[in-house]
T-cell receptor
Framework: EDQVTQSPEALRLQEGESSSLNCSYT??????LFWYRQDPGKGPEFLFT???AGEEKEKERLKATLTKKESFLHITAPKPEDSATYLC??????????FGQGTRLTINP | EAQVTQNPRYLITVTGKKLTVTCSQN?????MSWYRQDPGLGLRQIYY???????DKGDVPEGYKVSRKEKRNFPLILESPSPNQTSLYFC???????????FGDGTRLSIL
């Protein structure tokens, strides 16, 4: 069975304290991996797409990386406005998308 | 403005009363999809459509129907809603299924 697991479930950091979120997957036929950000009361907002192991993408304080078994979302010197739930999703054959349960990130000023 | 629009945003209804949640996108996207989001379970795909008149089941299709008669619209139909379908529902679209999806702001359904 295709499975996507995100850890930790929740993470609380001080402003400026860097950390990483993990997305590990056990799937057959990975076609790509997406990272999304979700704010309360809103739909997920696209951040990054990664298609192959070794690929990296960067945007402001966020950097996403991909290996054959997992992806990391690195957050460098976060600010309170980075507080949100971060979701990863793996793209499988037949354009099926499977999401992880998300990591709820809180950045304290 | 590029967007995915869902209606209604909130609905409280009773068991067995048929309802439809509409979804419309203005980006000429071919791919559209419905998800439900439940605490502890994350986002789960209900149905998706790769183009007009082409639909397929996701992970949790039981109790739901969809249709794709026009490219821009992808309604979700609950013929006989039950309390276990109480959830937050999202519609999403993309140019192709292997590309990032744009999400609507969600529909919160409560089935009593």
């Amino acid at each position: 069975e295709d499975q996507v697991t995100q850890s930790p479930e929740a993470l609380r950091l001080q402003e400026g304290e860097s950390s990483s979120l993990n997305c590990s997957y056990t799937v057959s036929g990975l076609r790509g991996l997406f990272w999304y950000r979700q704010d309360p009361g809103k739909g997920p907002e696209f951040l990054f797409t990664l298609y192959s192991a070794g690929e990296e993408k960067e945007k402001e304080r966020l950097k996403a990386t991909l290996t054959k078994k997992e992806s990391f979302l690195h957050i460098t010197a976060p600010k309170p406005e980075d507080s949100a739930t971060y979701l990863c999703a793996v793209l499988l054959r037949a354009q099926k998308l499977v999401f992880g349960q998300g990591t709820r990130l809180t950045i304290n000023p | 403005e590029a967007q995915v629009t869902q209606n209604p945003r909130y609905l409280i209804t009773v068991t067995g009363k048929k309802l439809t949640v509409t979804c419309s996108q203005n980006m000429n996207h071919e791919y559209m999809s419905w998800y439900r989001q439940d605490p502890g379970l994350g986002l789960r795909q209900i149905y998706y459509s790769m183009n007009v008149e082409v639909t397929d089941k996701g992970d949790v299709p039981e109790g739901y129907k969809v249709s794709r008669k026009e490219k821009r619209n992808f309604p979700l139909i609950l013929e006989s809603p039950s309390p276990n379908q109480t959830s937050l529902y999202f519609c999403a679209s993309s140019f192709r299924g292997n590309q990032p999806q744009h999400f609507g702001d969600g529909t919160r359904l409560s089935i009593l």
